[in-house]
């Protein structure tokens, strides 16, 4: 993964796996051990999916650059889907805290989306790639 994609996929990770921690003290707190679980449970979902998303949207830049908006607007609707399917699939386990996974996985979902688009909009891109030429042409007129 080149650095700007790996800079890109921290400045959005970091953030989110610290409202994720929050997220589980403050269930843990609130509904106790099972609460904490479910809340880390929720964060390392939007983590695995947001991650392998953003990867997935990197390389179809690479390799496909006009399908990339369509790519990037298929790829969102589908992490919510998923991670609506996952809300649903667990709604009634006992393995954790149902209400607190669904609540970490709403928060790390908006924290990773905005810390996404703050990464975004601090990267210097460039739109357009500078030609590489063998020889650098003189200036100025020649005598």
């Not at 991650?51 to 399908?67: E, N, R």
């Not at 369509?70 to 009634?92: E, H």
């Not at 209400?99 to 739109?127: D, E, G, P």
Request: proline share 3%.
């Amino acid at each position: 993964m080149p650095s700007n994609d790996a800079r890109n996929l921290a400045q959005a990770a970091v953030p989110t796996a610290a409202v994720g921690v929050l997220a589980a003290v403050v269930s843990g707190v609130v509904a106790g051990g099972k609460g904490a679980i479910g809340a880390l449970v929720g964060a390392v979902v939007v983590i695995l999916f947001m991650g392998i998303g953003l990867y997935v949207l990197q390389s179809t830049a690479k390799s496909l650059p006009h399908l990339f908006q369509a790519m990037g607007l298929m790829l969102y609707t589908a992490q919510l889907l998923l991670l609506f399917i996952f809300v649903a699939a667990f709604k009634n386990t006992t393995l954790f805290n149902p209400r607190s996974f669904a609540v970490t996985l709403v928060v790390c979902t908006l924290t990773w989306v905005a810390a996404q688009a703050r990464a975004h909009m601090n990267a210097k891109i460039l739109y357009v790639e500078p030609e590489k030429t063998e020889k650098t042409e003189k200036s100025g007129r020649a005598s």
